[in-house]
């Protein structure tokens, strides 16, 4: 045997040891799956924040910002909120399915974890979905309890019929211990203890009878010789074979099953109609919740033009602003997709600096044109900023607050994304 | 002798046995060797012909539900009808297809959407066939007439499939009081249990324009949904024929 046949055997065990060994545990779901200029220009995830469970490094009853805590440990049965705002940019791309259209509010988690007990959109109960326009702000709220154990990253999401999940910053809850039940009341007043298993009974039993009634039936033929029938009506024709083949009693207990299962789906029907009455069908649910007006004063943005240096992680962005209300006006914040950049001088604590070059006070019924500068690793890493798609553009939502601490949130998307190796 | 008594004899001759013993081997050998190829196709075929309205239980509704699973879940049945009939002249096809896709539609039901993604099985549970499939073979012994059974028993099927599964399903259509909001207790278990790919409009319920005759939706509906049970009926005739040809040419059978 020549040389290298002679090591192939080693070779293959290396390969398997080296395998096996190796790879670091990987996990992923999807967040960066989606293109950063989609993920940019379609909603604008602002100020969204986790209430409940024990965040490392936050007190308790505190709310966090979302993916701001390593970790969040909860019991089973714990409540855990969910709220913020987000922005449908006035920059959704032309190429997804248009506006306005259908979604839905729900969280992104691997499997039900939680049970998503209350979806409030604008101050309103919205279980279900809601016309999703451009350009309009929406203020969200959802409420969800700790159902099964394990380590779950959680996202508030909006499915958008056409375009799919379009996901929001997530954080990781650790859920440990506790018990959990799904109780209901009904409109009756009596009480459903527990909706994991209610009705389970019914389904097991019923689906047993079925069973019961075809195996028997099953049973009864098996019992005879299968594939000498085949050469039986191969030789006798099959008018003959059937005569053959199929006795009285054969007929007899085939069609008494039959009969049988018959007479217990009409027993089961019956029983159940006394059992249950005023039952109403399955609900179509539409709710559309009010519009959100502004708090802020009036203001108008049109961004001129935005560079960015992949080597430097510095983003920078022209944008002329017009203030049409009566108070001055500055930038507070800056959010693309789900990453916020805040002004220190309002925001000193913030990890993500907004930083206006030059003066950022616009005063009433001034048009300034303002220089934003974002630094930071995170548009790397969060894939935002990819210049190999065939589409270089930056959008955001841009937060305005005058002296009063109201906000006017306004679309923001450059015409085109200019790399420059020069920024610093 | 007549070939019929030959053949009458062949078949009730007490065969040595050690003939029988093998004889028996070898039709346990082809149970098995089927039995998981016709569960996978019943099941496969409900899984993509009309699997979220069996999937979820706030997807079960009076119209759609029983249009799709009915017309469609009778395919498989009626093909296995067929071969089994024509063959074996054994009125028993649609019991063993709709028992062998039993087995395996409660294995995914149970270990993956159950214990593997954790959805509770009462939002998960599968619809019964099992009563229809014996009322199908019934009247296929009764009648001995694939025609009959394809017009009255394919009728049937669809029909009654409703009506079938109202004791499991009754339950879950009682009214509570959501935060303001009237829904059925199916309703609410779809929108607690959350499922990121399912998002709530894509649930198609209540849509069409059957609830206009006489007012009675469910029987509007079971009885199109017989009528279109029968053309999935002989879709599945059209299927067994086609798959037994092939088949027996390929082996050259015949």
């Known amino acids: ?424 | 002798m007549p070939v019929a008594e030959v053949s009458r004899q062949a078949y009730e001759l007490p065969a040595l046995p050690l003939v029988r013993r093998w004889e028996r081997v070898l039709d346990l050998l082809i149970v098995v060797a089927f039995a998981p190829l016709v569960a996978a196709g019943t099941t496969i075929f409900l899984i993509l012909a009309g699997g979220d309205w069996d999937f979820w239980v706030d997807w079960k509704d009076r119209t759609w539900w029983p249009f799709i699973a009915s017309s469609v879940n009778i395919v498989v049945p009626a093909a296995l009808q067929y071969v089994f009939w024509k063959y074996l002249r054994l009125p028993i096809g649609a019991t063993l297809a709709v028992l062998a896709g039993l087995i395996t539609v409660w294995v995914d039901r149970a270990l993956n959407f159950h214990f593997w993604v954790l959805y509770p099985i009462p939002l998960v549970w599968p619809a019964v066939f099992g009563f229809q499939a014996l009322l199908l073979d019934g009247i296929l012994a009764v009648s001995r007439s694939l025609i009959v059974t394809g017009l009255l028993g394919a009728l049937l099927w669809g029909f009654i499939f409703y009506h079938t599964n109202w004791f499991i399903l009754a339950p879950y259509l009682q009214p509570a009081d959501y935060h303001g909001q009237l829904l059925t207790v199916a309703d609410i278990m779809g929108l607690e249990y959350p499922r990121t790919a399912t998002p709530e409009y894509l649930r198609i319920i209540e849509k069409g324009a059957l609830r206009a005759f006489l007012g009675e939706t469910t029987l509007v509906v079971s009885f199109f949904c017989g009528v279109v049970s029968v053309a999935g009926y002989w879709l599945g005739h059209v299927i067994g024929r086609y798959v037994t040809n092939w088949i027996g040419r390929f082996m050259r059978l015949w």
């Open chain 1, 1 to 424: 045997m020549s040389g290298w046949r002679k090591l192939l055997p080693v070779a293959i065990v290396v390969a398997v040891i080296a395998m096996a060994v190796w790879p670091r545990g990987a996990e992923a779901h999807g967040e960066h799956a989606q293109e950063g200029f989609l993920r940019m220009r379609t909603i604008a995830w602002v100020d969204t924040q986790f209430a409940g469970g024990v965040a490392e490094g936050v007190a308790p009853g505190i709310p966090y910002a979302a993916g701001a805590v390593p970790r969040v440990h909860m019991k089973r049965g714990d409540t855990l909120e969910i709220k913020g705002r987000f922005l449908v940019l006035d920059a959704w791309p032309a190429q997804l399915h248009q506006l306005p259209a259908r979604a839905f509010l729900n969280v992104a988690a691997f499997g039900p974890h939680f049970t998503v007990e209350e979806r409030y959109i604008n101050g309103v109960f919205t279980p279900g979905s809601f016309m999703l326009e451009k350009g309009r702000l929406y203020e969200y709220r959802m409420v969800l309890r700790a159902r099964d154990e394990g380590e779950v990253h959680v996202h508030p999401v909006v499915n958008v019929r056409g375009v799919g999940p379009i996901v929001g910053p997530g954080q990781w809850v650790n859920i440990e211990g506790g018990s959990y039940s799904n109780p209901l009341t009904l409109w009756n007043g009596k009480t459903i203890s527990d909706l994991e298993t209610f009705g389970l009974n019914r389904i097991i039993l019923w689906h047993a009878l079925a069973a019961l009634f075809m195996v028997a039936l099953v049973a009864y033929w098996v019992r005879k010789p299968l594939v000498r029938r085949s050469m039986v009506i191969a030789d006798a024709g099959e008018e003959e074979a059937e005569r053959l083949l199929l006795s009285r009693t054969d007929v007899l207990v085939t069609g008494g099953l039959a009969l049988a299962a018959g007479l217990t789906v009409l027993i089961g029907w019956a029983v159940t109609k006394a059992q249950y009455n005023n039952l109403i069908p399955h609900q179509v649910i539409v709710t559309e919740p009010p519009k959100l007006e502004q708090a802020g004063p009036p203001v108008a943005a049109l961004a001129t033009q935005a560079r960015y240096n992949p080597l430097t992680a510095v983003l920078q962005m022209e944008v002329t602003v017009t203030n049409k209300g009566d108070t001055p006006v500055v930038p507070a914040q800056f959010t693309a997709a789900y990453l916020s950049f805040y002004n220190p001088s309002l925001r000193p604590d913030a990890s993500r600096k907004l930083t206006v070059v030059g003066s950022e006070v616009i005063a009433p019924g001034e048009t300034r044109q303002l220089i934003l500068r974002m630094v930071d690793r995170a548009w790397e890493d969060e894939h935002l900023m990819e210049l190999s798609q065939p589409q270089l553009r930056a959008a955001g939502a841009l937060v305005l607050q005058d002296a009063f601490g109201r906000q006017t949130m306004v679309s923001v998307s450059p015409p085109a994304l200019f790399p420059d190796f020069s920024l610093q």
